[in-house]
């Protein structure tokens, strides 16, 4: 079992920024392919951003594309979310969720790919 919590979100103006952060805990959290998602109001989960285990390989929605950075920290079990340049909608739930990986180079994009799933931040981007 791993259990993942994110702290970080909040109220911010367009144009600002937020950084996100998910703390894991369980099993090894290093062979985790980590993956963030958001899901707005009255629409579907959509993909935001990935990592693989060796955090060497990132993949980002073309939405958020230059403007979000994700990263980890393995000796500190934590994946990041770093959003700039916010816009109005980009407000949403954000979750993280951890997919066991077969390897360093493996990252996924599909929600299903992942086995466990945090409880969600709310962020607000306030135009």
């Known amino acids: 079992q791993v259990q993942l919590v994110e702290s970080g979100g909040g109220l911010v103006q367009a144009g600002g920024s937020l950084r996100l952060s998910c703390a894991a805990s369980?099993?090894?959290?290093?062979?985790?392919?980590m993956g963030w998602f958001r899901q707005a109001p009255g629409k579907e989960r959509e993909f935001v951003a990935a990592?693989?285990?060796?955090?060497?390989?990132?993949s980002y929605a073309d939405s958020v594309k230059g403007r979000f950075t994700i990263s980890r920290d393995n000796a500190k079990n934590t994946v990041y979310l770093q959003m700039s340049s916010l816009k109005a909608e980009d407000t949403a739930v954000y979750y993280c969720?951890?997919?066991?990986?077969?390897?360093?180079?493996?990252?996924?994009?599909?929600?299903?790919?992942?086995?466990?799933w945090g409880q969600g931040t709310q962020v607000t981007v306030s135009s």
């Open positions: 990592i693989s285990w060796s955090g060497g390989y990132t």
């Open positions: 369980g099993r090894t959290f290093s062979y985790y392919a």
């Open positions: 969720a951890a997919g066991r990986a077969r390897s360093n180079l493996e990252l996924f994009v599909g929600g299903k790919e992942y086995d466990y």
